[in-house]
C-alpha cells in the first residue's frame, strides 16, 4: 500500500494537453458518480455532443490507452455513434467506434445499457475490427475496418492534434449517455468535481485531469515504467476553457517493511 508523503504545488501556465466540451454536453451527478451527459436528438438542436483533449506531443504509435467508463441512458449504439475520433493536422479523422464488432461496420453495446468501461481501445493484441480511416495521416479507408495494430503499422508515426469522444447518431434515434474517466495513456480525465464529489454544474468550462506516474524513489523527478512502482506521482491539472490554471501533484510511497 502506497502511503501519501509529499505534496508539491507545480508551475502554472505550462504547455499541456487541454480539454473541452461542445454541443449537447451537459454535466451532472449521475447514478456513477459527477459524469458528461452527452445527447444527441434531432428535435433539440444541436443534435451532437462530445469531450475533446487537444494534444501536446502525442502520435499514433505512442498512444497506448484509449478508454472511458459510460452508460447508456437513452437508445443505443448506431449510426457511427458513439465512438473515439483522432484528428491529425490536416483535419483528417479515424474513427475507433464503440461496442462489439458485428461485421459490416455495425457494433452492439456489450454492457446492455448499464455501466462499464469500453477497455482499451488502443491495445495492440486485440483482434477487434474498429478502426476506419477518412484520410487520417494519409490512410483513406473510410469504409474498410481494421485493428488497432493494423491502423499503427500505416499511421504510427503521425501526429495526433485531438482526441475526441463523439456522440451524434441521433439522426437514427435519439441517443443519450453519461461519461467519465475518459483516459488517454496515463491521464484520466473526469468533470471538474467540489470536496464532497458532487460535480460543479454551474461552471461547466472547468475541468480538472488527474494523471498518475510511477517514478524513481530515489529520485522523484525521474519517470521510469514499473508496474509495482515503490513511488508514484500524482497530478490533478486544472483547466478553463480548454487552457490550464494550474496543478497540483502529490508522491506516494511504498512503506519500508
Not at 504547455?15 to 458528461?36: C, E, F, I
Not at 473515439?84 to 445499457?113: H, Q
Not at 434515434?173 to 458532487?198: E, L
Not at 500524482?234 to 476553457?241: E, R
Request: aromatic letters at 10%; one cysteine or more.
Amino acid at each position: 500500500m502506497l502511503a501519501t508523503a509529499l505534496m508539491l504545488v507545480c508551475f502554472s501556465f505550462a504547455k499541456a494537453d487541454t480539454l473541452a466540451v461542445y454541443g449537447n454536453t451537459t454535466l451532472v451527478n449521475g447514478p456513477n458518480g459527477p459524469a458528461w451527459q452527452l445527447t444527441s436528438n434531432m428535435a433539440t438542436p444541436p443534435a451532437y455532443a462530445g469531450v475533446y483533449v487537444q494534444t501536446n506531443s502525442l502520435t499514433v504509435s505512442s498512444l497506448t490507452q484509449l478508454s472511458t467508463s459510460y452508460q447508456m441512458t437513452q437508445g443505443t449504439f448506431g449510426g457511427g455513434s458513439p465512438r473515439f475520433s483522432l484528428i491529425d493536422s490536416s483535419n483528417n479523422e479515424a474513427w475507433i467506434y464503440f461496442g462489439t464488432p458485428l461485421g459490416g461496420g455495425s457494433f452492439s453495446d456489450p454492457l446492455g445499457g448499464a455501466y462499464g468501461s469500453t477497455g482499451n481501445y488502443a491495445n495492440l493484441l486485440s483482434l477487434d475490427v474498429r478502426v476506419y480511416s477518412n484520410g487520417f495521416g494519409g490512410l483513406n479507408s473510410p469504409n474498410t475496418g481494421m485493428t488497432w495494430a493494423q491502423f499503427v503499422a500505416a499511421t504510427g508515426g503521425t501526429q495526433i492534434g485531438f482526441v475526441s469522444l463523439d456522440l451524434d447518431g441521433g439522426w437514427l434515434a435519439t441517443q443519450q449517455m453519461q461519461v467519465n474517466n475518459f483516459q488517454i495513456n496515463g491521464t484520466t480525465y473526469n468533470p471538474a468535481i467540489d470536496s464532497t464529489g458532487a460535480s460543479i454544474t454551474g461552471i461547466t468550462n472547468w475541468t480538472q485531469a488527474i494523471a498518475v506516474t510511477p517514478v524513481d524513489p530515489n529520485r522523484l523527478t525521474l519517470n521510469i515504467t514499473d508496474a509495482s512502482p515503490d513511488a508514484i506521482r500524482a497530478t490533478v491539472t486544472v483547466s478553463h476553457n480548454g487552457k490550464k490554471v494550474c496543478d497540483l501533484s502529490w508522491y506516494m510511497f511504498e512503506p519500508t517493511p
